[in-house]
């Protein structure tokens, strides 16, 4: 499913961490109060909600859980380690994970 990225707000999230994982993600993914965030825009509705399912699978096999906000045409990812109160290995993980299902 091909989505186009909203255009970046604040820092993006290449080269703005330590960890090795960061590497292979996509430029659509930022850093924000310790979150990984993008926002994607589906085409409609009934692709957005779509997209929510695959990302919710991916979650589970991840065991790891985005908070995901669906609007009409705006499908909102915020991924961090609420354990943690920060960015773990397990979020860019995920976010590399969503890439992949972005890019079939």
Same mark, same amino acid.
């Given at each position: 499913m091909k989505c186009t990225p909203i255009e970046?707000?604040?820092?993006?999230?290449?080269?703005?961490?330590?960890?090795?994982?960061? $590497?292979? /993600?996509?430029? &659509?993914?930022?850093?924000?109060?310790?979150?990984l965030i993008t926002s994607l825009t589906p085409g409609d509705f009934k692709s957005?909600?779509?997209?929510?399912?695959?990302?919710?699978?991916?979650?589970e096999k991840h065991q790891h859980h985005p908070t995901l906000t669906l609007?009409? $045409?705006q /499908?909102?990812? &915020?991924?961090?380690t609420h354990d943690a109160g920060r960015l773990t290995n397990k979020d860019y993980r995920l976010a590399t994970a969503i890439?992949?299902?972005l890019e079939d």
């Open positions: 970046p707000k604040p820092t993006n999230a290449r080269g703005k961490h330590p960890m090795d994982v960061q $590497n292979n /993600l996509h430029t &659509r993914w930022l850093i924000e109060n310790a979150h957005g909600v779509i997209l929510v399912n695959a990302i919710a699978y991916l979650a609007g009409y $045409n /499908l909102d990812i &915020r991924i961090t890439d992949k299902l």
